[in-house]
């Protein structure tokens, strides 16, 4: 097994989670899924997962709403929220309260989500 951080990114569009994985699986082990039930199921079944990244907009249960769910059974874990929509109240508070570390922008930056991640490793 190698060293890299294990990152999770969940987001309802498969283009979306298909980049991801294409550009930063060269710095990190990534894995994606499609939706904040399916990113339960793999926080279960991948404990060595140290961040997540969730789409905030997604059907069934928004990124927060996952983020809230995982964070309460995993909360040795790194969160972040990813949003092609500006910084809702919600996000804001969520930052404040420690829910989430940081939001990003789509589309989003690779230097700023690489060296977040790295900073906060």
């Known amino acids: 097994m190698n060293n ?8 309802d ?5 298909e980049l991801f994985e294409i550009i930063f699986s060269s710095f990190f082990n990534v ?16 404990p ?6 969730s ?10 709403e996952f983020i809230k769910r ?11 929220i990813l949003s092609g929509f500006i910084i809702t109240e919600e996000i804001r508070k969520s930052i404040e309260e420690k829910i989430i ?8 930056d690779i230097t700023e989500i690489k060296e977040t991640i790295f900073e906060n490793a």
């Open 4 to 11: 890299k951080i294990n990152v999770l990114y969940i987001d």
């Open 13 to 17: 569009e498969p283009t979306n989670t």
């Open 31 to 46: 894995v994606t899924g499609m939706d904040g039930f399916n990113g339960l199921e793999i926080l279960e079944k991948n």
């Open 48 to 53: 060595e997962i140290n961040v997540v990244i």
């Open 55 to 64: 789409d905030m907009r997604m059907p069934g249960m928004n990124g927060l």
């Open 70 to 80: 995982a964070k309460n059974k995993y909360p040795d874990k790194r969160y972040y």
């Open 101 to 108: 570390l940081k939001y990003f922008m789509k589309p989003f």
